[in-house]
């Protein structure tokens, strides 16, 4: 069985400031990973896939995420944060070949002006 | 516009009382879930369905029902509801049943059970 730990339940940052949300995996196999993004009142959208492929990972809006196999991890990451990015963060994974997805509980990402 | 659609988008029901959610996906896809969201839990699974008359258990299938007779549509149908399924649902929808997929969500349907 997988399963995700997001570290944090609120991130605060302030504009311009660099994002990082965490995210750690369990699971017997290499899986599949992903990163979505939950704007209030609204669905998930999809931020970032890893389906092992090339390790670093470019996503919309500029995020990017680095699948490091020897950490087990997924974090997220952004440059430069913008007031607009504040929404809450879930990480997701998948075992190849199976279209289950266990999500972590969120992170939700505060910028402040 | 390919979406998924959810209805009603907000809904107050009493413990006992039947009721379905619908979820309706015009994009042709496979593969349709339905997800809860409770704060603090992330999203479970409830239930998924790989393609038409076929279906399976997620990781919080008690109390739920779906069925799967056509493609574009995956009702969650609730028999009894109770307190504990007041929620945040989201349908969701992927072009084939494996993980490489994108998962597209519907807008959600807030659920309280009084």
């Known amino acids: 069985a997988q399963s995700v730990t997001q570290l944090g339940s609120h991130v605060s940052v302030s504009e311009g400031a660099l994002v990082l949300l965490r995210c750690n995996y369990s699971?017997?196999?290499?899986?599949?990973l992903f990163w979505y993004v939950q704007y209030p009142n609204q669905g998930l959208q999809l931020l970032l896939k890893?389906?092992?492929?090339?390790?670093l990972v470019k996503g919309i809006n500029g995020f990017e995420a680095e699948f490091k196999k020897s950490e087990t991890s997924f974090h997220l990451t952004k440059p430069s944060a913008h007031m607009s990015d504040a929404a809450e963060y879930f990480c997701?994974?998948?075992?190849?070949?199976?279209?289950?997805?266990?999500f972590g509980k969120g992170t939700m990402l505060l910028v402040s002006p | 516009e390919a979406q998924v659609t959810q209805n009603p988008r907000y809904l107050i029901t009493v413990t006992g009382k039947k009721l379905t959610v619908t979820c309706s996906q015009n994009m042709n896809h496979e593969y349709m879930s339905w997800y809860r969201q409770d704060p603090g839990l992330g999203l479970r699974q409830i239930y998924y369905s790989m393609n038409v008359e076929v279906t399976d258990k997620g990781d919080v299938p008690e109390g739920y029902k779906v069925s799967r007779k056509e493609k574009r549509n995956f009702p969650l149908i609730l028999e009894s509801p109770s307190p504990n399924q007041t929620s945040l649902y989201f349908c969701a929808s992927s072009e084939k049943g494996l993980g490489t997929y994108e998962q597209y969500f519907g807008p959600g349907t807030r659920l309280t059970v009084t």
């Open positions: 699971s017997s196999v290499p899986p599949y």
């Open positions: 890893y389906t092992s492929a090339a390790t």
């Open positions: 997701a994974v998948s075992p190849p070949g199976y279209s289950t997805l266990t």
